[in-house]
């Protein structure tokens, strides 16, 4: 199937290989999936696939400017797999804005959940993100390589969602 809309790569996250076996890594807060350069993979077929990916953020004022990271789409278009997970600190999210209810959030966030996942409906992740424009609002779409989704997924949540990790786990 074709894509439904533009997608902009992330270049925080985003590893570029050239067929002169030269790898550039552009600079990541926090390790990127490992890869094989194409040194090691000449003679095979690399298994890597796309996954895109948007985060949900939460902004109490479009003055201040300020955010917070809520939730994460991941979508991989030709498995037709989706995903979303969400934080469950919510304390932060309370501290962050003493004025937000919390619970309208999680309702907020288990609704997106069950429109994400919900196999029964087709999904554009294009057409979906651009009707959250006010206090929650997604980011522009980005994309990762992948070969194991469910450690891709895991490393995409730990880099934006650190905080939901324990302090030695980061």
Known sequence: SASCGKVSIDTE???DKFKD???ITHWAPLPIPETKSNAEMKGEVSMAKTLKYSI???SPSGISGEQMNLGIIFYEEKEKI???RFIKNFKRLEAFDDEVDANVVKILLKGIKEDVEDEG???CMEEYIKYYVNAFNFSEIRTSLYENIEDTVEQLFKMYFRFEYKE???
Do not use: A, C, N, S
């Open 21 to 23: 076996d030269r790898k």
């Open 13 to 15: 996250f985003f590893t």
């Open 56 to 58: 949900l953020r939460y």
């Open 121 to 123: 409906k087709e999904f």
């Open 168 to 170: 030695t786990d980061r």
């Open 82 to 84: 989706r995903k979303f």
